[in-house]
């Protein structure tokens, strides 16, 4: 996991600037039928594999949070809990695609505490599953062209 976070570091540190595909793509992962698309692929840059892991994670937290929550509603003092917690899940899902669109990676975010959690939990998902996932170099300071390309 550190060395894709050193990546992703690299990444940062060149000023990479996704194309608009790309940005419509991470887009589309924070939706369950983006991720589903994406991962039949099989073949991804490394900005919408970031943002494929934190929909994951975001989906992840969002299904276990619903059987509790589906108990609580039954309860009389506490109706009111699991409308909360989905609210601030809608609020944080919102959060997550308007930074896909903005260009941005959650995880380096300073003032947001939380939200690398997301990330942590699809990179588990992957991990879990053995995901294979091609990764397309956008680079622009590679030597190399778009051909070349890695497996996690």
Not at 23 to 31: C, D, E, G, P
Not at 80 to 109: E, G, H, M, N
Request: overall charge neutral; hydrophobic content about 50%; some cysteine.
């Amino acid at each position: 996991m550190a060395q894709q976070q050193t990546e992703i570091d690299q990444l940062i540190a060149q000023q990479y600037v996704p194309s608009a595909l790309e940005r419509k793509k991470s887009i589309l992962m924070y939706f369950l039928r983006g991720i589903v698309i994406s991962l039949t692929q099989g073949k991804m840059t490394r900005y919408e594999f970031f943002h494929c892991k934190q929909a994951m994670g975001w989906r992840v937290l969002f299904f276990l949070l619903l059987v509790p929550s589906i108990v609580l509603i039954f309860l009389p003092y506490l109706k009111v809990l699991p409308v909360l917690i989905y609210a601030a899940l809608l609020a944080i899902w919102i959060i997550l695609t308007k930074q896909a669109w903005d260009w941005r990676y959650t995880s380096f975010s300073k003032d947001k505490i939380f939200l690398p959690l997301f990330e942590g939990v699809g990179w588990w998902m992957v991990d879990l599953f053995s995901v294979e996932i091609e990764i397309v170099d956008t680079s622009v300071h590679s030597n190399e062209t778009s051909d070349s390309e890695k497996t996690l």
